[in-house]
């Protein structure tokens, strides 16, 4: 695109605001009529024409004349002055130059990158929000003169600073703007607007201008908090702001909005259950929106049609899919391509065990299986039918809790612990380290429990095992009827499978008799008893490992949880989210991804999606050999560390919302400009007309004026005529030669020429 550059500058050193004032000039001319009226005035002289006296009157006569004339060039040069101010002189650019004095505009011009930008017009499918943008920031340009100190800036997540206070020059700017294009972020207005503020303040110019190049996504710019309105207030008063918004009158766009595993056991063999939603950010309805699951190397799976989406409404779907195969996934859901493109399509990955490694430590052995603490999980978990088919699903080892101690825990990926009376302080340790290492750990209570020994063991340091304090019983094992168990983390992993489940088969699930539980700070509560809301289920992290804390039995002593299909449901979630690898969370681009390393390698290469390799340094936090991946494209990552160690590979997506393209409407912005605290209505411009931008800013680019100087000169000038004439009559009457007369009359030399008014 060529660069558009729009000439205005005045190339006289001098012009002036209101011209029609000089004018004014013609006043000049007053003072000049009344000298020269005044010097046709007759004269009387009262003494005899003698001749000393003649010649001395001459001598005086011609002196009067010379002092007249230069309070009639002061008094001319005043009103001169007075008309001057009122045309409101102005040095331009290159006089303020040649001067030695500073530039009379410097810009700052920050410009929206991010991604709602790439949203395509509806009446012009070639130009897209962000082209909009680059061609009003040309127009800016074009306004300077060469060598005026612009800034440029891009906003996204993070500001980037590409042009930092430097003389203009057209080639170099219109170089980096070729090479800009929307980046996959959200708009950190608050980042910066406080850059903004820092970058004008380096500015030395007679004015500074700081431009906003936004399609002001309604989003963002609605909810702009204090610190964005403050600083959008100090540089409307402080500065020169603009805000130069590409909105457009219609706009369309669907948005993947979540693509996440909803059920399944991820293990070869095994299928899964994958939810995607999509959102309708338009104005109008769309029909037979098509969902794809596209599967490793981008092969079609699963596909699910929504049948009409009304403009604000979201839906999910079901996307169901097979693993053949250990190792990890890389899974994609898609939609069709529309006026935004980079929210079509979102990434997961799934990392698919051969099995997943149980062990069930029993608190109450028993030769039957369903009394036993842990009877009715194996049976979850481990159904009689595949019982012996090792590598499927999943592999369940039951020890008593009396061996527990020297077993080791390396070997499994979950260990439950049900009923136990006494945990050591040896085992805790073991149990530390196992979920620090990514382990997991479910905790379930009982009869045999006692709360002083777990809370001083697993719960009494600065760092415990459990997620919380265990209190007194509470309940009736008589009481038939119980509470309902009701759910306080709707979007959890391990909660959000029951959201389809009927609501008639979740009311059936009671529990009779719990522990009251006292979550530690950071917990999350995943269940509470309906009618108090007080917790059942809790959850936090150890290390790279989570541990579940539940109020009731892993029986049917206390609660009926287990006889319901809510139960295996529940616990088939909570072993998928327990047993799943920190490369498998969601990530975002934009925010830094925390991933722990393994082995002993000091560095990893970190693949992005665009093929470009990196190298990252492990660093040690907390005793965890951590990398930290700063990713800035949607995609696939891959990680691996020397020699192969420690491969993972991450799924990073794009913020959904942001795909909420609206645009603030440009006279709710503009009242929103004037409500800042501190700015006069029109102080803060908002100028969305392509045509009136330029003219914009000659109007309020008026130069370094001179009228206040003007005015002071002109009424220096005043002083000095005033000085001057009361001089010179004093002078003038010390100067008095006295004649005698006839009368004893004296001649008042002084008098002989009257000094004109």
């Not at 004014?24 to 007053?30: E, F, M, N």
């Not at 989003?219 to 207030?233: I, K, M, T, V, Y």
């Not at 942001?658 to 908002?686: F, I, K, N, T």
């Not at 800013?697 to 130069?703: A, L, Q």
Request: with cysteine; glycine share 10%; net charge negative.
């Amino acid at each position: 695109m060529a660069p558009v550059r729009v000439p205005w500058s005045n190339p006289d050193p001098m012009a002036f605001l209101n011209p029609w004032m000089l004018l004014g000039l013609g006043a000049i001319g007053v003072p000049i009529a009344i000298h020269l009226l005044n010097r046709f005035r007759p004269r009387r002289v009262p003494w005899a024409a003698m001749e000393l006296l003649r010649r001395a009157a001459m001598v005086r006569q011609r002196r009067v004349k010379i002092e007249d004339l230069i309070l009639l060039a002061l008094r001319c040069l005043a009103i001169a002055l007075f008309a001057l101010a009122l045309a409101r002189p102005t040095l331009t650019s290159s006089a303020t130059r040649l001067l030695g004095g500073t530039p009379d505009a410097g810009v700052v011009i920050a410009l929206d990158v991010s991604y709602s930008m790439g949203h395509r017009s509806t009446t012009a499918a070639v130009h897209t929000r962000f082209d909009r943008a680059v061609e009003r920031t040309r127009q800016i340009l074009g306004t300077l003169e060469p060598g005026s100190p612009v800034t440029l800036v891009t906003l996204g997540d993070r500001p980037r600073v590409l042009y930092r206070n430097s003389g203009y020059r057209e080639d170099r700017l219109d170089e980096i703007l070729r090479e800009l294009e929307p980046r996959p972020e959200t708009l950190n207005l608050d980042a910066g607007l406080a850059l903004i503020e820092e970058l004008a303040g380096e500015i030395d110019a007679a004015a500074v201008e700081a431009y906003l190049v936004s399609d002001a996504q309604a989003r963002q710019w609605e909810r702009a908090g204090d610190a964005a309105r403050a600083a959008l207030g100090r540089l409307a008063t402080q500065r020169r702001l603009f805000i130069v918004p590409t909105t457009e009158a219609g706009f369309e766009n669907l948005a993947l909005t979540r693509f996440e595993l909803a059920g399944g056991l991820l293990r070869r063999g095994a299928g899964a259950r994958y939810v995607a939603e999509v959102a309708n950010f338009g104005v109008s309805p769309q029909h037979n929106v098509a969902v794809r699951l596209l599967g490793e190397g981008g092969i079609p799976g699963d596909q699910q049609r929504i049948g009409e989406l009304a403009p604000g409404e979201r839906a999910t779907v079901s996307l169901a899919t097979r693993f053949d195969r250990a190792g990890v996934h890389r899974l994609r859901a898609e939609i069709d391509v529309d006026a935004l493109e980079v929210d079509n399509r979102r990434y997961a990955v799934a990392a698919v065990r051969e099995s997943v490694r149980v062990l069930l430590v029993d608190g109450e052995p028993a030769d039957a299986q369903f009394d036993r603490a842990t009877g009715y999980i194996e049976a979850a978990l481990a159904p009689a039918s595949r019982r012996g088919t090792a590598g499927r699903g999943v592999d369940v080892e039951r020890l008593s809790w009396l061996d527990l101690t020297g077993h080791d825990l390396s070997r499994y990926d979950l260990v439950v612990l049900a009923n136990i009376a006494d945990v050591r302080e040896s085992q805790v340790e073991a149990l530390r380290t196992f979920a620090s290492r990514g382990g997991g750990v479910v905790v379930m209570l009982g009869d045999r429990i006692e709360p002083s020994l777990y809370n001083a063991r697993l719960a009494g340091d600065a760092s415990p095992l459990l997620p919380a304090r265990i209190g007194a019983v509470g309940g009736d094992a008589e009481d038939d009827r119980g509470e309902r168990l009701a759910i306080a983390s709707a979007g959890h992993p391990i909660t959000r499978v029951l959201d389809p489940l009927p609501g008639a088969l979740w009311d059936e699930v009671r529990i009779w008799r719990w522990f009251e539980l006292e979550p530690v700070e950071g917990a999350r509560v995943l269940l509470t008893r309906g009618g108090e809301g007080a917790p059942v289920l809790v959850e936090h992290a150890v290390g790279r490992g989570r541990v579940l804390l539940f109020a009731g039995t892993a029986n049917v002593a206390w609660t009926n949880l287990m006889l319901s299909p809510v139960g295996p449901v529940l616990l088939h979630q909570a072993v998928t989210h327990l047993t799943r690898r920190p490369f498998e969370g969601a990530f975002r681009v934009g925010r830094a991804a925390l991933l722990p390393i393994d082995g002993e390698a000091d560095q990893v290469t970190v693949t992005d999606p665009r093929g470009e390799a990196s190298r990252l340094q492990v660093a040690e936090v907390e005793g965890q050999r951590i990398v930290n991946v700063a990713p800035e494209w949607p995609g696939f990552y891959e990680i691996a560390a020397a020699g192969g160690i420690g491969e993972a590979v991450l799924a990073v997506n794009v913020d959904a919302e942001e795909g909420d393209a609206a645009s603030v409407a440009e006279a709710a912005l503009r009242l929103a400009m004037d409500e800042l605290p501190g700015v006069a209505p029109g102080q803060a411009r908002v100028i969305s007309d392509e045509v009136g931008l330029v003219q914009a800013i000659r109007e309020s680019r008026v130069g370094r004026e001179l009228w206040r100087g003007l005015v002071i000169a002109a009424l220096a000038v005043l002083v000095i005529e005033a000085l001057l004439a009361r001089w010179f009559t004093q002078r003038s009457r010390a100067g008095r030669v006295e004649a005698p007369a006839a009368g004893g009359r004296g001649v008042d030399l002084g008098t002989a020429a009257p000094r004109a008014a």
